[in-house]
């Protein structure tokens, strides 16, 4: 769940705030009714930072090391021979 607060609220309550997006609870902070931020844990945020370098071009196997066992299942992909990409027709 996603907890929406007013920038004057998050100010009057920034402990709270930051208990609820330490909980794994983020929290959405809103001007004038529109979201401008968000309060979310260290972790997700590493996690949006290597979504955004990989970018979209680079795939699921540039996601190696985002969960626990995804280093050998990305080993595995990038040594099969029917994914190495060698083969594989173009896109265009």
């Known amino acids: 769940m996603t ?3 007013s920038v ?3 100010k009057a309550e920034l402990s709270q705030c ?3 997006a330490e909980d794994g609870e983020p929290v959405v902070i809103t001007r004038h009714g529109k979201p401008v931020a968000a309060l ?3 972790e997700e945020l590493e996690h949006l930072q290597r979504l955004r ?3 979209p071009e680079s795939g699921l196997l540039s996601l190696g090391g985002g969960w626990e066992g995804s280093e050998a299942l ?3 992909i990038g040594r099969s021979p029917a994914l190495s990409g060698s083969d594989l027709p ?3």
């Open 53 to 55: 370098a990989a970018g």
């Open 18 to 20: 930051i208990r609820w």
């Open 74 to 76: 990305a080993h595995l």
């Open 90 to 92: 173009a896109l265009d």
């Open 8 to 10: 004057a609220h998050a």
């Open 3 to 5: 907890r929406t607060v």
């Open 40 to 42: 979310v844990r260290v």
